[in-house]
């Protein structure tokens, strides 16, 4: 098993309750790290992510929520309240889990070092990380985006932290006027940095006092 596996593991049981909910504060030996906020925000994201409907197996979110430490336990322990034509097959439950630790690091550049940076590499620079799995996110189509609502094609490899007042009400008019009619003139005219920023205010965990009152404001307009 790589690190990846067991570290997702190990970040399940520190951020989530036994109804499945996120705690509002990691336990655990990630709970003792007293980790910035923008990291916590990440790892609540990431295991959201993995535990949502059709990234990983039922086997694989079988193996995550046991406090088992081997595929074979978790399933043999899985298997003795399962109703009869429930069960799982030991001889493919390691399979579908190395099938599932394969997806997500393919999703994640494969780096395999990923989550141990963020939970126990102090100060680490995470933004990266963050852009990947917003990526993985619309991959999957987890989450409403604001994109679904819209009906211009907008950048959403280009990320913007930042937006002028004017260049957000140029945005704003745009999100809201424009029609499909005219949909090829906007995409050609639409200032880059204003789609990054559309992306950074639906996607970010790190939004500023400024940037929670934009997404209000579009919200609101959409």
């Given at each position: 098993?790589?690190?990846?596996?067991?570290?997702?593991?190990?970040?399940?049981?520190?951020?989530?309750?036994?109804?499945?909910?996120?705690?509002?504060?990691?336990?655990?030996?990630?709970?003792?790290?007293?980790?910035?906020?923008?990291?916590?925000?990440?790892?609540?994201?990431?295991?959201?992510?993995?535990?949502?409907?059709?990234?990983v197996s039922k086997t694989t979110q079988i193996y995550l929520k046991s406090s088992s430490g081997s595929v074979a336990a978790a399933?043999?322990?899985?298997?003795?309240?399962?109703?009869?034509?429930?069960?799982?097959?030991?001889?493919?439950?390691?399979?579908?889990?190395?099938?599932?630790?394969?997806?997500?690091?393919?999703?994640?550049?494969?780096?395999?070092?990923?989550?141990?940076?963020?939970?126990?590499v102090r100060n680490f620079d995470i933004t990266g990380y963050r852009r990947l799995l917003q990526l993985a996110k619309l991959k999957?189509?987890?989450?409403?985006?604001?994109?679904?609502?819209?009906?211009?094609?907008?950048?959403?490899?280009?990320?913007?932290?930042?937006?002028?007042?004017?260049?957000?009400?140029?945005?704003?008019?745009?999100?809201?006027?424009?029609?499909?009619?005219?949909?090829?003139?906007?995409?050609?005219?639409?200032?880059?940095?204003?789609?990054?920023?559309?992306?950074?205010?639906?996607?970010?965990?790190?939004?500023?006092?400024?940037?929670?009152?934009?997404?209000?404001?579009?919200?609101?307009?959409?």
């Amino acid at each position: 098993m790589n690190k990846t596996m067991v570290m997702t593991k190990e970040i399940y049981n520190d951020l989530v309750d036994y109804t499945g909910q996120l705690y509002e504060k990691p336990i655990g030996r990630i709970g003792k790290r007293e980790l910035r906020k923008e990291s916590v925000a990440f790892l609540q994201n990431y295991i959201s992510f993995v535990m949502a409907p059709g990234v990983v197996s039922k086997t694989t979110q079988i193996y995550l929520k046991s406090s088992s430490g081997s595929v074979a336990a978790a399933i043999r322990s899985y298997n003795q309240d399962a109703g009869e034509g429930n069960q799982i097959n030991l001889k493919t439950a390691s399979a579908a889990v190395d099938y599932d630790r394969k997806k997500l690091l393919k999703l994640f550049n494969s780096n395999d070092d990923m989550l141990y940076n963020v939970i126990y590499v102090r100060n680490f620079d995470i933004t990266g990380y963050r852009r990947l799995l917003q990526l993985a996110k619309l991959k999957y189509g987890i989450g409403q985006s604001l994109n679904e609502k819209i009906i211009l094609k907008l950048n959403q490899n280009h990320y913007c932290p930042t937006l002028s007042d004017e260049d957000f009400d140029d945005l704003i008019q745009k999100l809201v006027t424009y029609s499909k009619r005219i949909i090829s003139e906007v995409e050609e005219t639409m200032n880059t940095d204003a789609a990054g920023y559309f992306n950074h205010l639906q996607f970010s965990d790190n939004l500023s006092e400024i940037d929670m009152e934009r997404l209000q404001q579009i919200k609101m307009l959409l």
